[in-house]
T-cell receptor, first 116, second 115 residues
Framework: KAGVTQTPRYLIKTRGQQVTLSCSPI?????VSWYQQTPGQGLQFLFE???????NKGNFPGRFSGRQFSNSRSEMNVSTLELGDSALYLC???????????????FGPGTRLTVT | DQQVKQNSPSLSVQEGRISILNCDYT??????FLWYKKYPAEGPTFLIS?????DKNEDGRFTVFLNKSAKHLSLHIVPSQPGDSAVYFC??????????????FGTGTRLKVLA
């Protein structure tokens, strides 16, 4: 089974631009979450989508948005980019089923966004 | 406000010895905890988890201990191997019974296992 894929892997944008990142979950997984990783801040939760609906949201400004398609693929958009948005953006998918007591998330390799 | 804290940014351990990674949390509503391992240029990989109704969970060389009164959890790796060298993140979730996935992650601890 193919893992979580994210495109592009690397991206350079300038301040004020917008960017769209894509995530394809593992086949059959319906839950997709997005995280931002910056040095010293760990992974910070952005939002989670399930069946095309945003189910959870972290504490990020409205410039960060996302959506999920009927095939569970998800996109994340950041508008009016700021220098502080430079980070590794990680996508994780989950089958949303309970196996034992486990709620496993499977992460993609991430998209490294650099804002100049 | 960092609800999940990993106060040791790095740890070095000799091969074959025990590695102990620590994590503290402040939110008493957290009821599910996970550990992830991350290699450079890869996404985090799930290692082991524990529900708040337990105080210990084992999986091979990995054991997670949960002390709810101290709001503290730890990951023990025995014996440590050079391939364990990576950054380890702990994560916590509240309301996991509902099946929603909103995890709060710590800032990570870089483990180096010396051969």
């Amino acid at each position: 089974k193919a893992g979580v894929t994210q495109t592009p892997r690397y991206l350079i944008k300038t301040r004020g631009q917008q960017v769209t990142l894509s995530c394809s979950p593992i086949s059959g997984h319906r839950s997709v979450s997005w995280y931002q990783q910056t040095p010293g801040q760990g992974l910070q939760f952005l939002f989670e989508y399930f069946s095309e609906t945003q189910r959870n949201k972290g504490n990020f400004p409205g410039r960060f948005s996302g959506r999920q398609f009927s095939n569970s693929r998800s996109e994340m958009n950041v508008s009016t980019l700021e220098l502080g948005d430079s980070a590794l953006y990680l996508c994780a998918s989950s089958p949303n089923t309970i196996r034992g007591n486990s709620y496993e998330q499977y992460f993609g390799p991430g998209t490294r966004l650099t804002v100049t | 406000d960092q609800q999940v804290k990993q106060n040791s940014p790095s740890l070095s351990v000799q091969e074959g010895r025990i590695s102990i990674l620590n994590c503290d949390y402040t939110n008493s509503m957290f009821d599910y905890f996970l550990w992830y391992k991350k290699y450079p240029a890869e996404g985090p990989t799930f290692l082991i988890s524990i529900s708040s109704i337990k105080d210990k969970n084992e999986d091979g060389r990995f054991t997670v201990f949960l002390n709810k009164s101290a709001k503290h959890l730890s990951l023990h790796i025995v014996p440590s191997q050079p391939g364990d060298s990576a950054v380890y993140f702990c994560a916590a979730s509240a309301g996991s019974w509902s099946g929603t996935y909103k995890y709060i992650f710590g800032t990570g601890t870089r483990l180096k296992v010396l051969a």
